[in-house]
């Protein structure tokens, strides 16, 4: 019981006398495990980060943005990306999309060194990648590309091209969404059109049998027959506008129906073509999908590997081990010797 309370219980002027009385060991297996890890730090291969910072617009419709009232207008085409937009951005970085186009455009297969045709190569491949690029939101939610590669330049490189490629993904997806939006519009559009082309058609087959304004016109004919018939000198001018009274009687209340539905209509095709136009901007027109804050550049120094932090590390853990397994065998041998005894 005496042994065990010895081998558990330690005073800091024990650890002291332990450390003293093994400090050639723990200093020898401190140094070597250093020089060790020195030797092997020169063994792996440096890679340099380049690093783009960029902040997403909050644009999705050019259309809304720029033809909209300022009172009613949803987003500035010059206003940062929030939350929200910074986590879309997200979410399009870490898409097929632009991981198949990074692949293709650097020809990353080969640049790794990854056999095509050997076991596993797109799991190698995605494993190296996740390795080498990392997306993530900053505290300011700008979003933040960093690459890590043996060659500075190519670290660079990827890193402005995976901007441009998310630049590039975001507008085709926004431009495919707005293909669609302006062929529903568009069909809307022509078919309102059609419908105004043809009461207008009809106001003008009434205006051929000379209805023009049926208000007017019954208010002037009124007129001139109450003063025909009370004048009494000419029968044929009564009869005659007591004809074009009777014509109005007949197609005054068909005019009075095309007439107000057109002006409803007139009224929908106008904010049809306000949509068509809108629509149309988005379809022929882009505009930037990122504000870039830094670009990437070559980096002169290294990123990887830290020899100092390397070392320091091994250092620390080759004393902590090498005083535990020391610390072991003296105990155990102070338990075995009275045993002997």
Do not use: C
């Not at 186009?101 to 190296?128: D, E």
């Not at 995976?162 to 669609?180: C, G, L, P, R």
């Not at 068909?254 to 136009?277: F, I, V």
């Amino acid at each position: 019981m005496k042994t065990e309370e010895n081998f558990i219980d330690f005073t800091f002027l024990d650890i002291t006398r332990f450390l003293y009385r093994w400090r050639k060991h723990l200093i020898i297996i401190t140094l070597a495990a250093g020089v060790i890890a020195a030797v092997g730090s020169f063994m792996i291969t440096p890679r340099y980060e380049s690093e783009v910072i960029f902040y997403p617009t909050t644009i999705n419709s050019i259309g809304n943005a720029m033809f909209t009232d300022l009172n009613k207008r949803e987003a500035d085409v010059l206003a940062f990306g929030e939350e929200e937009e910074a986590e879309n951005a997200l979410q399009v970085l870490q898409s097929d999309k632009v991981t198949q186009r990074i692949i293709r455009n650097f020809n990353l297969m080969q640049h790794y060194h990854i056999n095509p045709n050997g076991k596993f190569p797109y799991t190698k491949l995605a494993r190296k990648m996740e390795k080498n690029i990392s997306y993530e939101r900053t505290r300011y939610l700008s979003i933040s590309i960093k690459v890590l590669d043996e060659d500075p330049k190519m670290a660079a490189d990827i890193a402005n091209g995976i901007a441009a490629i998310y630049d590039s993904v975001k507008t085709e997806i926004q431009h495919q969404v707005a293909q669609e939006a302006f062929a529903i519009v568009e069909e809307e559009y022509k078919n309102k059109e059609a419908e105004v082309w043809q009461l207008k058609t009809g106001l003008q087959e009434l205006g051929k049998k000379g209805i023009i304004d049926i208000e007017k016109q019954a208010q002037s004919i009124s007129e001139s027959l109450y003063a025909a018939k009370a004048s009494g000198h000419n029968p044929n001018a009564i009869r005659e506008l007591e004809s074009e009274q009777d014509t109005l009687a007949k197609y005054g209340s068909e005019y009075t129906n095309l007439y107000e539905t057109l002006l409803l209509e007139l009224e929908e095709l106008s904010m049809l073509r306000k949509r068509y136009k809108k629509a149309k901007v988005d379809v022929d027109k882009t505009i930037p999908q990122k504000f870039i804050l830094t670009n990437a550049t070559p980096a002169e120094q290294k990123a990887t590997p830290q020899r100092k932090l390397i070392i320091a590390f091994a250092m620390i853990a080759a004393f902590l081990m090498g005083g535990l397994v020391l610390l072991i065998l003296e105990q155990k041998k102070k338990i075995v010797e009275p045993e002997q005894k």
